[in-house]
Structure formats: structure tokens, C-alpha cells
């Protein structure tokens, strides 16, 4: 699930329009046996005045009592978390700050919606009650919300997929052993990153963390689970559908960072980010863009460095990019000039030496203005 935008034809893309007939047929077969519509509801967030909830409406079987999913997804193979069957065009209550709406989840089950709310909100978490109308009985799930008022701030806005935690997303074979057939639980965080996130969050207890990734919605209670049990600082998780758009067979990962970063400084304006990536995919190229557009908004880039190896095989050449490609911000080892005139980059290859370099920098791992 990216963020909304017009589609410009009324004719879907057959992929589209295929992966709709599966999930018709699949759908009719799972409600006659039993199944029903259940809410999975993810970290969304908001200002004082409006909140964006994020969730989706998917077809279970009916069990007696509620585990905790996130520890049962934990230990599934990955290739589990993709066999999900949506309950599309169900109508979802949405009641969030003494206001109440009524909306309808998309093709693939997605709600994705900026509700306004009646009292305003104070700082800090709140809970989203979500109850889907369409079934036996209602369904319900409480979404949380991270709240930013208006305080000038430090925010934070982390990649997942080696940078956070060990993937090899440039090897695309190990890539899909670790995605469809390791247990999620297996996966290790990248050295030194937990601690640097701690810091981080100890040295501006208001700042907001938000982990983008271009990862698919049905691995989020995973990586909820991954976040936790390595202490990082919570946050709304930013994920993509996975699967064929009304558009094209497939999503476009950069489009969905790029659109992602856009809507987070557009409802907040007073944050200004730390935008922490790595050098495998496309975290430089994206990161460098919007520090030249909106260099008053990022307060620094922060580069995770894969080894020689890893980069050739992610089709990077190993030296000093200008910008025009994924490739690393740094060689490998070096100490990285600015991204612009007014935005440092500083690299490394973990989490320590990320922060050895990020204390180079005034206001970031010190006391200085965090604002």
C-alpha cells in the first residue's frame, strides 16, 4: 500500500484485473468454509487536528481466543505471510478523537485514510478503534497513532532492509531464502544499530521514528516484532502492497519512498529529519534528492555501507557516485562530503560507526538544538 494516488485511466492493468478474479474465487471458497473478515491494524500518525489510519481487512479462519500474531508470525517461515486472501469493499468504522467515519477498504482489503478529529489531539500515542461492519459480527482492532504537535523537532526516518536488520536484499537468491524460507525470528539486526537508535532517541526523547521500506504490508508483524525484541524506538511502519497495481505488474519501490517522505513533510513542517539508509538499493539516490529539494527539512543523511562484494552484486560499482544511480554515497571506508551545502552525509558500516560519524555533526548525538 503506497500512498493514494489518482489513477489516470478507468481500465485496470490485466494483471490487475487477474490477481481480482484469484482473490474473488479464493475469498468465496474461504467464507463458505468458515472464514470471516478480520482487521489487521498498523502504526499511523497524525497532528492535533487530523490522523492518517492504516489497516487492512483480511479473510480468517474463526479460532477460539486472540493470540498475539505478532509472536505467532514470528516463528513462520516467510513465505507464510504472503498467503493472505483480502476482504475487499468491506465498510470500516473509523472513531478517533471523539469523531466517527465510515469508509470502505480498497481491492486488496487496504484502508488508508486522513480522518479529522473533533478534540484535538496532545502529543504522543493515541489509539485509533477501527470495527469492520460487513460480517456475522463486527470485527474490530486498535490502530495506534503517533501524534506531533507543532514543537520544533529532530525526526528520524530509517530504511528496514539492511540497515536495521540483516537481509542481503542485493544477493537476490540469499534475498529470497531470508524473505520466503527462513523463520522471521532468525533474522539479526545489523551490528551497532539498536544502540545508535537508543542514542538517538535518549538524546531527543520527542523525536518521532518511522521505519520506511519498501517491504510488502504482510510481513508488518514481523517487523513489528523484529523492532521490538531488539529495542529499537517504536514507530509507524511505512510498507507497499506486494503485488500487480491498476497501473502495472508491479509496484515502484522508489516512488513509494519518495512519495512516502513527501507526505511526512508536508503534514509536519516544523520536523526536521534524520534520514538513515543504506548504500545497496536506492536510500542514497532518494535521500540526496529530497535533502536538495527541501535541504531546511533534513538535518542529516546517514549511510549504512555494504561490503565490495554486496554492491557489485547489487549491479553498483564500487566508487564514488554523483547522485545519478543507486550506487554508494562513499568508497567504501572514507569520510563522505556534504549531500548538499547544507545537508552533511556521513557512512559507515554499522551502527558504531554511523555514530562516531554523527557526532561530527552539531545538534545530532549531542545536546545542542535538536529542533
Known amino acids: 500500500m503506497a500512498t493514494p494516488t489518482p489513477h489516470p485511466s478507468q ?14 474465487a479464493a475469498g468465496w471458497v474461504l467464507v463458505r468454509a468458515g472464514w470471516r473478515p478480520r482487521l489487521e491494524a498498523y502504526a499511523g500518525y497524525g497532528t492535533p487536528d487530523k490522523v492518517r489510519v492504516l489497516a487492512r481487512v483480511v479473510l ?17 517461515r516467510g513465505f507464510r505471510h504472503f498467503l493472505t486472501v483480502p476482504a475487499p469493499h468491506r465498510r470500516v468504522r473509523l472513531q478517533v478523537g471523539g469523531g466517527t467515519s465510515e469508509v470502505t477498504s480498497d481491492r486488496a482489503g487496504y484502508v488508508d485514510v486522513e480522518h479529522p478529529v473533533d478534540a484535538p489531539l496532545c502529543d504522543g500515542w493515541h489509539t485509533a478503534l477501527l470495527t469492520c461492519l460487513d460480517g456475522p459480527e463486527p470485527a474490530e482492532a486498535e490502530a495506534p497513532l503517533r501524534v506531533l504537535d507543532e514543537r520544533p523537532r529532530t525526526g528520524v526516518v530509517s530504511d528496514i532492509d539492511d540497515t536495521t536488520m540483516v537481509t542481503a536484499v542485493p544477493r537476490p537468491l540469499l534475498a529470497a531464502w531470508n524473505t520466503f524460507v527462513r523463520h522471521s525470528s532468525a533474522r539479526r539486526a545489523v551490528p551497532g544499530m539498536p544502540e545508535l537508535y537508543r542514542t538517538l532517541q535518549r538524546t531527543h526523547p520527542d523525536a518521532p521514528f518511522f521505519y520506511l521500506s519498501t517491504g510488502a504490508w504482510n510481513t508488518a508483524g514481523t517487523l513489528r516484532a523484529f523492532l521490538s525484541r531488539h529495542a529499537y524506538p517504536p514507530g509507524p511502519l511505512l510498507l507497499t502492497d506486494w503485488g500487480p497495481t491498476l497501473t502495472g505488474w508491479f509496484r515502484s519501490g522508489q516512488a513509494h519512498k519518495r512519495a512516502s517522505l513527501d507526505l511526512l513533510m508536508s503534514w509536519f513542517p516544523h520536523v526536521r529529519w534524520v534520514l538513515i539508509g543504506d548504500d545497496g538499493q536506492h536510500d542514497v539516490e532518494i535521500y540526496e534528492d529530497v535533502a536538495r529539494r527541501r535541504p531546511d527539512r533534513v538535518r542529516v543523511v546517514a549511510i549504512r555501507q555494504l561490503t565490495g562484494g554486496q554492491q557489485v552484486l547489487a549491479g553498483n560499482a564500487p ?6 544511480h ?14 548538499t551545502d547544507q545537508v552533511p552525509t556521513v557512512a559507515g558500516r554499522d551502527g558504531d560507526e554511523l555514530a562516531r560519524r554523527l557526532a561530527t555533526v552539531p545538534g545530532v548525538l549531542d545536546d545542542g538544538d535538536g529542533a
Open 60 to 76: 480468517s479462519p474463526q479460532r477460539p481466543g486472540t493470540p498475539n500474531r505478532d509472536a505467532l508470525r514470528a516463528g513462520r
Open 319 to 324: 566508487h564514488v557516485g554523483n547522485g545519478s
Open 326 to 339: 543507486a550506487g554508494p554515497a562513499t568508497a567504501p571506508g572514507s569520510t563522505p562530503g556534504p549531500t
Open 11 to 24: 481500465r485496470p492493468h490485466l494483471a490487475a484485473v487477474v490477481e481480482d478474479h484469484l482473490y474473488a
